[in-house]
């Protein structure tokens, strides 16, 4: 497993199932005798999507690799090998690509019980987390990485038929981070956001105790072929889930979340009164 650097603009490099896949997809198209331009639009994608999955920088959807087994005949030969992408330990340098479904997903869960998810946060609560990031990120860094998340902030308003379900430990609010005014911007900021009818945010009460969360984060994505990828983050090290039985016990886990977690009526309340305490 690589370790993951947020924020980065660097392409990712490939895995080597990612590029195994690639080469044996290429040489099915070359024995059709197709060009990459000829090809894309018989499998409805672009033709800059096929190099890159051909390249092993991308990862490549279910639904491609089914058009893709039907318009080159590849005997169940693409379907072989897709089952073996993406299982490597360590896709965390792929968080990038993550991003990427991110930008297409139809809805997008998340749950966090070490901070506020990226794409809920205020300027002043990502640079603390930067500010703080050991090793030290430089300057440079530290303004790059915070563009970055900036940029992904934007799904939220740029994205209105998206679902976005939060679940944060109500701790998580609690703590602070960056100072009290930090917190009420933050808590600010979070009210403004669940005014819309496509953001969801519930959060877990401190006096719960044990839920089905204590694993750790998850994230769960469906796109718009109603596909499933899921994506775990460690201390340095992620793990991009494409697997159906993995995807299914995230979806249990957080569908008991869900179950024990305050109502999104009743988190923006606590909400409210968290600020009006500060």
Sequence with gaps: ????????????????????????????????????????????YQPSTVASIEQGRRFPPRVFVERAE??????????????????ERGLASWFRQWAELEEQAISLYTFENRLVPGLLQTEAYARTLFDEQVPVLSDVQIEAQLAARQARQCLLAERPNTAFSFIVEEYVVRRETGGRAATRELLDHLLELTKSRNVELQLLPMTLGAHAGLAGPIQLLETPENEWFGYCEGQ???????????????????????????SPGDSRSLLERMRGAL
């Design 70 to 87: 039907h318009v080159l005949d590849a005997f169940g030969a693409l379907k072989g090998a897709y089952k073996h992408v993406g299982r």
């Design 236 to 262: 340095r090290s992620g793990q991009f889930l494409t697997d159906p039985k993995s995807i299914s016990v995230l979806h249990m886990r957080y569908a008991k979340l869900r179950s024990q977690a305050l």
């Design 1 to 44: 497993m690589t370790d993951r650097t947020i924020g980065t603009t660097n392409e990712p490099e490939p895995s080597d199932s990612l590029k195994g896949f690639g080469e044996v997809h290429k040489a099915f198209r070359k024995r059709a005798g197709l060009t990459q331009e000829e090809y894309a639009p018989l499998v409805r």
